[in-house]
């Protein structure tokens, strides 16, 4: 976040993938949209079909009846009414309303459930794809924004699958039987009415990018909104802290502001729709009277035929109207299937080869074989890095802050791919096996522990999904968590929220210790482990600790003296280079970058 309130909120929160995105209208994307719908056609579409071809009939029925009930039976050729048959044509549109309102509830019942299984498999497609990104993405976006692309993005095509499609091809049908309807009837008034509708059609199709775009440009501020939302709940202790709360407001404030306009301009465009229609409506049924009168006096339209014209074209404008508005709304949803896609078509940077074969159970021997990283390019992370390890050893790593530490053990997991060189488990080049294999034999333990929500049981067994309770049990003994976790109020079953702002930090640490050991892997790796706990805690786990890192091949990142000297190997890096490696012992009589570290640490007790 930049600071200063001179600088335009705008600026503040622009992300990478907030762009516009600016295209025509692309049927191909068009079509991959609806293309969830296929799996639901053969189980369902038929009956929507058969009542929406069913209600369309009954409606377009009604207005053909009615002109028969006044030429025929109110007032016929003899002048007299024909009560027997106003009758019957009475019983008739009865009939005709309760067969449209059986078919309309069985048509949205049924679209209602495609829809519903349409948004379903889309947002899990989604959620699926993100769960399979690597790192990079997640480096460049805020978690806020990708939780717009799953919710919000998602949800602003509910209304286009449960009503909308189906709405359309009726309001299509609606409009071809009208239209020949009228022409059988009487074509000349026919195509006077309808010589108002090219005009419609030309003045509308120039909104139509206009609002695509501004459709965009709101999901692209609400998108910044929930960014700077989350944002601001994560750090409200630091806010607090230092008493930014009126500035922060002041942040939401003016993306708040800068979001209504948007939704006012878009809302605007698309209201523009409907007075287009009533023109263009209001010409045509000027047109029908004018004319229609003309033709009664002339004797070549009867009364009933003009009364059924007046009712057909009322039913032509408003499906028009609704094709508007439903156009409006498929807008929306391809400015929100736009973003969509963006994601679902985001490149897996770190995925399985073809050829890659299961990790079999790993003994722990790694190897760094020159090996180079960049996270962006020409930014260099690692250069050359040359690194045996063998199996059970444990490994520390020190230096300065980016050195290079974070993204050795990132690479072992390979959670990013190395730009050149080699990384090898057991001999085997780690790009040629699953990650699944790979990372399933890989206990990590952060300094920043994620809690999640559930209960203290579910989150120890989290690091092996069918471990009984006294496994997960005695675990949390191993590490020393046991204790404190049976004078919770629930033990074991007490409920935690996320991130577990109940627990303290070294209780949080001392779970992720538990669920690491839980977990059972064959290499191990605390980043920061032990950062977080205070003296008297790291104590009590050093012996869990010993515990936990037995016939385990062992990568340890820290700072504390007491963490790491006990490493069978300490590895020295300073801007991405190994600068010295040895045993603590060894170290400290090179009087080099490590013994200047341990000093500085004294230094400051």
């Known amino acids: 976040m930049k600071s200063g309130t001179n600088v335009p909120v705008q600026e503040r929160f622009i992300y990478k993938d907030d762009d516009v995105i600016d295209k025509a209208f692309d049927w191909k994307q068009f079509t991959r949209l609806f293309g969830y719908m296929k799996p639901y056609a053969r189980q369902m579409l038929p009956i929507v079909m058969l009542m929406m071809v069913l209600g369309t009939i009954t409606k377009l029925m009604v207005p053909f009846l009615t002109s028969l009930a006044i030429d025929k039976a109110i007032a016929p050729g003899s002048g007299s009414p024909n009560q027997a048959l106003l009758y019957a044509l009475t019983a008739g549109v009865i009939v005709l309303y309760i067969v449209q309102w059986i078919a309309g509830v069985f048509r949205i019942?049924?679209?209602?459930?495609?829809g519903q299984k349409v948004i379903y498999d889309l947002r899990s497609d989604l959620f699926k794809h993100i769960q399979k990104l690597s790192f990079n993405f997640f480096d460049k976006r805020p978690a806020g924004s990708i939780l717009v692309r799953v919710t919000n993005d998602i949800n602003s095509l509910q209304d286009l699958f449960t009503n909308g499609v189906v709405n359309s091809i009726i309001d299509c049908v609606q409009l071809a039987g009208i239209v020949v309807i009228l022409l059988a009837l009487n074509w000349k008034l026919g195509l006077a009415v309808m010589v108002t509708v090219p005009i419609m059609f030309l003045v509308s199709t120039k909104y139509r990018r206009t609002i695509r775009i501004a459709w965009q440009a709101v999901r692209i501020k609400n998108s910044r909104i929930n960014s700077h939302l989350n944002e601001s709940i994560q750090g409200i202790r630091v806010t607090q802290a230092y008493t930014q709360e009126l500035e922060n407001m002041n942040y939401f404030d003016t993306m708040n502001?800068?979001?209504?306009?948007s939704w006012d301009k878009a809302s605007?465009?698309?209201?523009?729709?409907?007075?287009?229609?009533?023109?263009?409506?209001?010409?045509g049924t000027l047109v029908l009277f004018w004319l229609g009168a003309y033709m009664i006096q002339t004797g070549n339209l009867t009364v009933g035929v003009l009364v059924a014209f007046s009712t057909y074209v009322s039913n032509f404008w408003d499906p028009i109207n609704r094709?508007?508005?439903?156009?409006?709304?498929?807008?929306?949803?391809?400015?929100?299937?736009?973003?969509?896609?963006?994601?679902?078509?985001?490149?897996?940077?770190?995925?399985?080869?073809?050829?890659?074969?299961?990790?079999p159970t790993i003994h722990g021997d790694i190897s760094f074989e020159r090996v180079y990283f960049e996270y962006e390019k020409g930014r260099a992370a690692l250069k050359g890095i040359d690194l045996e390890v063998s199996a059970g050893q444990s490994i520390a790593l020190v230096g300065h802050t980016g050195s290079g530490k974070s993204t050795i053990i990132n690479l072992i997991g390979r959670f990013y791919d190395i730009?050149?060189?080699r990384i090898?488990?057991?001999?085997?080049?780690?790009?040629?096996?699953?990650?699944?294999?790979?990372?399933?034999?890989?206990?990590?333990?952060?300094?920043?522990?994620?809690?999640?929500?559930?209960?203290?049981?579910?989150?120890?067994?989290?690091?092996?999904?069918?471990?009984?309770?006294?496994?997960?049990?005695?675990?949390?003994?191993?590490?020393?968590?046991?204790?404190?976790?049976?004078?919770?109020p629930d033990g074991y079953e007490t409920q935690v929220e996320e991130r577990g702002s109940a627990l303290s930090m070294g209780q949080r640490q001392l779970l992720s210790f538990a669920r690491a050991l839980l977990a059972n892997p064959r290499i191990l790796i605390l980043d920061e482990a032990t950062a977080s706990i205070d003296t008297e805690t790291e104590l009590k786990i050093q012996e869990a600790l010993k515990v936990l890192l037995k016939g385990r091949t062992s990568f340890i990142v820290a700072h504390r003296l007491s963490t790491i000297r006990h490493a069978d190997k300490i590895v020295v890096l300073d801007h991405g280079e190994i600068k010295e490696m040895g045993t603590h012992q060894e170290l400290t009589e090179q009087q080099g970058i490590y013994n200047g570290l341990i000093e500085a640490q004294f230094r400051f007790l």
């Open 109 to 114: 019942k049924y679209t209602n459930v495609i």
């Open 257 to 261: 502001r800068d979001s209504k306009k």
């Open 268 to 283: 605007a465009m698309n209201q523009g729709f409907g007075p287009i229609i009533e023109v263009t409506g209001g010409l």
């Open 323 to 359: 094709l508007g508005l439903t156009y409006n709304q498929l807008l929306v949803a391809m400015a929100s299937s736009e973003r969509i896609f963006e994601y679902l078509d985001e490149e897996l940077l770190v995925q399985d080869k073809p050829e890659a074969k299961p990790l």
């Open 419 to 421: 730009t050149g060189g």
């Open 424 to 488: 090898t488990i057991d001999g085997q080049d780690i790009r040629d096996v699953t990650l699944n294999s790979l990372r399933s034999q890989i206990g990590i333990v952060l300094q920043d522990t994620f809690i999640f929500s559930g209960t203290i049981r579910d989150n120890i067994r989290f690091g092996r999904l069918d471990a009984n309770d006294l496994e997960v049990e005695e675990a949390a003994k191993a590490v020393d968590a046991h204790d404190f976790i049976m004078k919770l």
